[in-house]
């Protein structure tokens, strides 16, 4: 953060609208995502009416459409790749070059969000069921209590952290970050509602209707007792076969629990996948070294989900159901 020259065309234009709407400079800086200074200089700067000295660009207009034209062609390719390219196509600029124009289109490169592929019956039946719930309120979607599993590794992330290092000191041992082809994971299930968490299941073999039944009577039915007391609820769970087995339909009708119809391959409408995001993004500069080490820091870390974090995530149900009628039953960015 610094230098008005770092700016890119996208924040300076953002700067001048807040600017017009009369935002002040701490404000647009926040928004922006610059420092106060470099706000406080371009405005200072279109104020006077000065333009920003320095080299002149090497790039044509016809070169930033076809750089773009690259960028849109496969969006998963990093700068060298597309630097590349773009050369290939008779342009004559720098790495940084290319990297710097890139960035004044407005480019900017994030951890992709990962969709449900759904297909054309799917898409139905979730539009079918998003209408079908539509006029629920956030009193009666505080009555869900909404489970999952979730996987857990002990390496977070692709790259994981960077390490500050001098000429020669590639294999000191204090540089090395050790790797694994199967990195240990475990897998777990939680359940919340709009009040609060229930308590963790470890799993430890893969689940089917038997071991589900285990879980929902030894973690289930005590964290119902936790959340609602004596009072009435409705129980979700994805169409998971372990959750669509005949055996575990007969297991909720003995138990008297009713269910809530879900439809298929729709995570992005279920509040405790957000959860899991929080906790795993909370867990992000831990460092377990095996499985127990995993599930202790699991453990401390859904202990600390707070009761205004789980009435949020519910409370964003109607929302989903909006968004989920707009896009026509596809995807919804939750």
Not at 159 to 179: D, F, I
Not at 196 to 217: D, I, K, M, T
Request: hydrophobic residues 35%.
């Amino acid at each position: 953060m610094g230098k008005t020259a770092d700016l890119t065309t996208v924040q300076k234009m953002t700067i001048d609208t807040l600017k017009k709407e009369g935002k002040t400079q701490k404000v647009i800086a926040k928004e922006v995502g610059c420092s106060q200074s470099s706000v406080s200089k371009h405005i200072n700067r279109e104020a006077k009416g000065r333009k920003r000295c320095g080299r002149k660009e090497c790039t044509s207009k016809k070169d930033k459409r076809a750089l773009e034209r690259i960028v849109k062609q496969n969006r998963f390719k990093n700068v060298g790749e597309i630097h590349k390219e773009w050369t290939v196509a008779g342009v004559s600029a720098s790495r940084s070059s290319t990297h710097r124009r890139m960035q004044d289109m407005g480019f900017s490169c994030r951890i992709p969000r990962v969709k449900p592929l759904l297909n054309k019956r799917q898409r139905q039946k979730r539009l079918a069921w998003a209408q079908e719930k539509k006029d629920w309120t956030a009193a009666e979607w505080s009555k869900v209590m909404f489970s999952d599993e979730s996987k857990f590794c002990i390496s977070f992330g692709n790259q994981g952290p960077r390490v500050w290092r001098k000429t020669g000191e590639a294999q000191n041992p204090r540089c090395l970050k050790s790797s694994v082809k199967f990195p240990q994971s475990v897998m777990v299930w939680g359940a919340m509602s709009s009040a609060a968490v229930g308590p963790l299941c470890f799993l430890r073999s893969r689940v089917n209707a038997a071991v589900y039944q285990e879980v929902l009577e030894h973690f289930m039915l005590p964290a119902a007792d936790q959340l609602y007391g004596g009072d009435d609820f409705i129980f979700q769970h994805d169409l998971a076969p372990a959750h669509s087995a005949k055996s575990t339909s007969t297991w909720f009708k003995d138990h008297g629990i009713p269910l809530l119809d879900w439809p298929a391959n729709s995570p992005d409408l279920n509040p405790i996948e957000n959860l899991w995001g929080i906790v795993k993004r909370k867990m992000r500069d831990a460092r377990p070294n095996n499985a127990e080490e995993l599930k202790a820091t699991i453990k401390a870390t859904w202990a600390l989900i707070t009761p205004e974090e789980c009435n949020r995530l519910v409370d964003s149900m109607p929302r989903r159901i909006a968004a989920a009628i707009q896009a026509k039953g596809a995807a919804t960015k939750y």
